[in-house]
């Protein structure tokens, strides 16, 4: 379980790093260009607008930051809940036999309620990153 759950982690990481990594060296050149532009067709309200974006990169920074450490409780909640699985699959004779079906299922269904519990935070942080992500632009212009 942990092996999967470690993968995914990782194939995640990659799939984000795949459409960010271009952003790496261009953004720099591509803010200059859009300052100076700014600045000769709209005055000080460009760079102003500009400051706005600057200010909320560390916020969305702080929120990245939050939402690795909510994907790891995720991670290991998800490797607690594969291992019990594990183990609830493998001696499921013994449970039949003594009719333990609803403990368990009861203790299954608290670890993927924690699970839930963790996933819904990181999920709450990561609609807020987006949301700066999108309107920053828009806000700016006000």
Known sequence: GK???LMSNDVNRFDILSYLL??????????????VLLWHEVGWAGPIGMGVIFVVTPI?????????RYR???????????RSMDEIISGIYVIK?????KPFAQLISLARKLELKTVLKSNV???????????T????LL
């Open 72 to 82: 790891l409780e995720t991670a290991l909640c998800t490797d607690k809940r594969i």
């Open 3 to 5: 092996v999967v759950n």
């Open 97 to 101: 036999l003594y009719a333990w079906e």
């Open 22 to 35: 271009c952003y790496m060296w261009s953004a720099p050149i591509v803010t200059i260009i859009v300052l």
């Open 60 to 68: 969305q920074s702080v929120f990245g930051k939050l939402t690795s």
């Open 125 to 135: 942080i990561r609609g807020l990153y987006m949301t700066f992500q999108l309107f």
């Open 137 to 140: 632009t828009r806000a700016a």
